[in-house]
């Protein structure tokens, strides 16, 4: 724990001495003690301070300072002339502050009281308006100095006001003036700075810029550090910084973009140039939290040194007040007191009392936590950490999985079925041991997905997995090799292993292949069904599970085979429970633990409100998950400072609005014809819904077109469409991330609903050409009749829309 200690130095001078108010306590926490006392007099400080000062802007070699005041003789004799001078105000600053002086000695004595152990950090901040006692080296106090050494002393004002709460981004960002270079060298500064570059640093130079380069940098963009390096002096009442070989600023003259920095973020200033008082004064009057600056001119190898020596340390987590210490000790070590005098003394922080200083990690804040919001994606199995809300489903599937051989998980599109079983039946079935599992989606092509599972249960060596699939695949759909005799084959490799062969998303049995494909590919699973349900008849758990997810506009098209059916009905009357589980919507406590566990389990708050604010406008309809999981992940883009506040949920235009904006906000940065482009792809990914609700397809390269793949793989960068490869055909896929754009994205609808027509009979065609080929492309199965004249029609309208 840092302890605080504040002198507030009033009323008085250095003939009489001064008011001074005492405060202690824990770093961001009100004082525990405070207490008055009294700066003794020390008429002769002013005069000493001038002597030295003196001397020591004689030596002249190589000031920051615009001003050069030459040198006058021999350059030995100005260097102990100034040593002499330095010696003598440090002796006279130390007996003042340790000066007998009872009122002074009561002082010190309870200073030192409250700070008993001498290995704790101290910040201890001098608040003055007072000019002359600004420039004071107060760190040459002997309790700073020599007895308390993990202390550093800043300098501030007695009127202040504190900042607005800082926002801070995955990202350090820096801004760095290399001002007017003439007679100075400001490469070494500049190196420094690239050195702690990297990929969470990002610094920006601006080399002798003009007024205009700077104002636009502070108002156009988030900086957490200003740094300058090159030439500046304080005169009169003001600062100023010379930013090019002609021109010169103040901080007043930059006043409203350094407001709006500071509003943004800006929270230090680094001057590693001359004189820096009067920069830091006006700085000061903006609110900006810190400012590092010189009190007196300095000499270009001091300043290189000190930059180099606070940057290596505070980037590498010390705090910024030792960074600073250890810095201005550095010189000593270096030789730099002895060369100029008194330069260990310039490097001063002038801190604002309201504001705790940053550290490095606070400035480029914390990396925000892994999303744990799956957006338009279902939860997988590494994801199950932050499934909530399904508990009970979950406890429900899994009493089914263990005691039935067919288990059908029903519900709406989005409602959250596959996320149900990769992130909470698979885990838990996991833990057991004894299940072996495998899954896939059916796609255009069933039997090679189906063999892409199978394959490697059957075999280890990669070689032979890849010569086996597509002969496999073949050879099931034929009917050559049964999946009966492929799971007997698995349990004799696998033993004492329960096999679950998941089947998600059923659907695309029936959307995406020809009847006859869709026959075989059941056939098969009813066969191995079959075989292990006689096979185990006398056990009380099954051999072989099938679980198969399947959205509930689609169950007729599943009864509607009688062999299927039939199977079904007679499972479920032998073994007496139920074989399927309708996922109706998330009651509210689940969907309230939805949204806040997962943020809680990566340390993130919601706003107070936020929670029932969303719940609210999700309301009960099913297939809102997928919308809420989209809106969560969208806001944990946005929150900030490991808040997810109320204003980032206005910003995505709430659940309703949130994934259609996004859609449209990339629609819009799209020119015309790249428009035309994508409105063809989308409408080619959706399979319109006859007796059922459109739903989403897998199309080919070829398909959408070599011109149009650049649009795909854009629509891919903003994860709205997810591209693949089919290892079959060797052809690349894309398809819609999620069916949620079908129903929620009113361009994509008003599309469909404008090509409906000639979209259902395009796929038509599309089937009967499966089919053809299915059945060796013999000329009885072309199409004929009416089906021909709908067609031909069809295309030839097509050829006239792309002429």
């Known amino acids: 724990m840092t302890k605080l200690v504040t002198l507030e130095i009033g009323d008085g001078d250095f003939e009489t001495g001064f008011k001074v108010t005492v405060r202690i306590g824990e770093e961001g926490e009100h004082p525990s003690v405070a207490f008055s006392g009294r700066l003794p007099a020390a008429p002769t400080i002013q005069d000493d301070y001038q002597c030295w000062q003196n001397r020591y802007l004689k030596l002249d070699k190589g000031l920051r300072a615009r001003v050069c005041h030459g040198q006058a003789g021999n350059t030995v004799k100005l260097t102990v002339q100034c040593k002499d001078s ?90 760095v003036i290399l001002g007017n270079s003439e007679g100075i060298d400001t490469g070494p500064d500049r190196q420094t700075l690239e050195d702690i570059r990297s990929s969470q640093v990002h610094i920006k130079f601006l080399v002798e810029p003009n007024r205009a380069d700077i104002s636009n940098e502070l108002w156009k963009e988030n900086w957490n550090i200003l740094c300058f390096s090159g030439h500046s002096s304080s005169q009169g009442k003001t600062g100023q910084i010379s930013i090019n070989r002609t021109d010169s600023l103040t901080i007043k003259e930059l006043k409203d973009g350094l407001r709006e920095a500071i509003k943004r973020g800006l929270q230090l200033a680094i001057f590693n140039s001359c004189d820096g008082l009067k920069l830091a004064e006006d700085l000061a009057d903006l609110n900006i939290p810190l400012v590092i600056f010189m009190r007196e001119p300095v000499m270009d190898k001091v300043a290189h040194a000190f930059l180099k020596g606070f940057l290596d340390e505070f980037s590498k987590g010390e705090s910024l007040y030792l960074a600073v210490r250890h810095a201005r000790e550095r010189l000593i070590g270096l030789g730099y007191d002895n060369e100029f005098p008194g330069s260990r003394w310039l490097p001063v922080i002038f801190q604002n009392p309201a504001v705790k200083p940053p550290t490095w990690k606070d400035l480029k804040g914390l990396p925000k936590p892994p999303n744990p919001y799956r957006s338009l994606s279902p939860f997988r199995e590494e994801d199950s950490e932050y499934f909530f809300g399904r508990e009970n489903v979950i406890l429900t599937l899994q009493n089914l999985v263990e005691k039935q051989q067919v288990v059908t998980v029903l519900g709406a599109s989005s409602s959250g079925k596959s996320s149900v079983v990769y992130a909470g039946l698979v885990p838990r079935l996991r833990q057991q041991k004894q299940w072996l599992i495998a899954h896939f989606r059916p796609q255009s092509n069933p039997f090679y997905q189906l063999a892409q599972v199978l394959v490697p249960l059957l075999h280890t060596d990669k070689q032979t997995q890849s010569q086996e699939l ?133 340390g993130v708050t919601i706003e107070t409100g936020l929670t029932d604010r969303i719940l609210q406008d999700l309301g009960q309809a099913p297939g809102n998950l997928s919308l809420l999981e989209f809106a969560l992940a969208q806001l944990w883009k946005s929150m900030s400072k490991g808040i997810i506040a109320h204003k980032d949920y206005d910003a995505i235009g709430g659940i309703k609005q949130a994934i259609a904006k996004y859609a449209n906000d990339f629609y819009e940065t799209l020119a015309p014809k790249e428009q035309a482009t994508l409105r063809r792809i989308m409408v080619e990914l959706v399979r319109p819904g006859e007796g059922t609700e459109d ?46 754009l079908i129903h ?53 309208k097509l050829r006239l829309n792309k002429s």
Not at 103 to 128: A, G, N, Y
Not at 492 to 506: A, C, G, T, W
Not at 560 to 582: C, E, H, Q, S, T
């Open 86 to 175: 330095a010696t003598v105000f440090k002796d006279a600053f130390k007996n003042w502050l340790t000066s007998p002086d009872e009122d002074f000695q009561s002082m010190r004595e309870r200073l030192c009281q409250h700070l008993e152990d001498k290995s704790t950090q101290i910040r201890v901040l001098i608040q003055t308006e007072d000019t002359q006692l600004k420039k004071l080296p107060w760190h040459e106090w002997d309790l700073f100095a020599d007895t308390y050494t993990n202390a550093e002393v800043a300098v501030g004002a007695t009127k202040f006001d504190k900042p607005r709460d800082i926002d801070t981004s995955e990202q350090l960002r820096i801004l």
């Open 470 to 602: 597509t002969p496999v695949a073949k050879a099931l759909y034929e009917g050559q090799i049964n999946l009966s005799q492929t799971v007997q084959d698995i349990a004799k490799i696998h033993v004492n292993k329960q096999f679950l062969l998941i089947v998600d998303q059923f659907e695309e049995l029936y959307t995406s292949n020809p009847e006859d494909v869709q026959h075989r590919f059941i056939d098969q699973l009813l066969q191995a069904i079959k075989a292990t349900s006689q096979q185990n008849a006398w056990e009380n758990l099954p051999q072989f599970t099938l679980l198969i997810t399947l959205r509930a506009d689609f169950l007729g098209k599943v009864l509607g085979y009688a062999p299927f059916a039939n199977l079904l009905a007679a499972i479920n009357d032998r073994r007496k429970v139920p074989n399927d589980i309708k996922l109706g919507p998330m009651v509210k406590e689940g969907l309230k633990d939805a949204i806040e566990k997962p943020a809680e389990k990566q």
């Open 695 to 740: 739903t989403r397809q897998v199309a080919t390269r070829r398909q959408i077109g070599e011109e149009n793949w650049p649009i795909v793989i854009r629509l891919a960068d903003k994860r709205l469409l997810v591209t693949g490869r089919d290892k079959d055909t060797k052809q690349d896929t894309v398809e819609l991330v999620h069916e949620a």
């Open 744 to 796: 929620h994205w009113k361009l994509l609808k008003d599309w469909m609903n404008e090509n409906r027509k000639a979209l259902i009979i395009k796929d038509d065609i599309e089937t009967a050409a499966k089919e053809w080929e299915a059945h060796g492309k013999s000329k009885h199965d072309l199409l004929q009749g009416t089906k021909l004249n709908i067609a031909e029609d069809y295309l030839r």
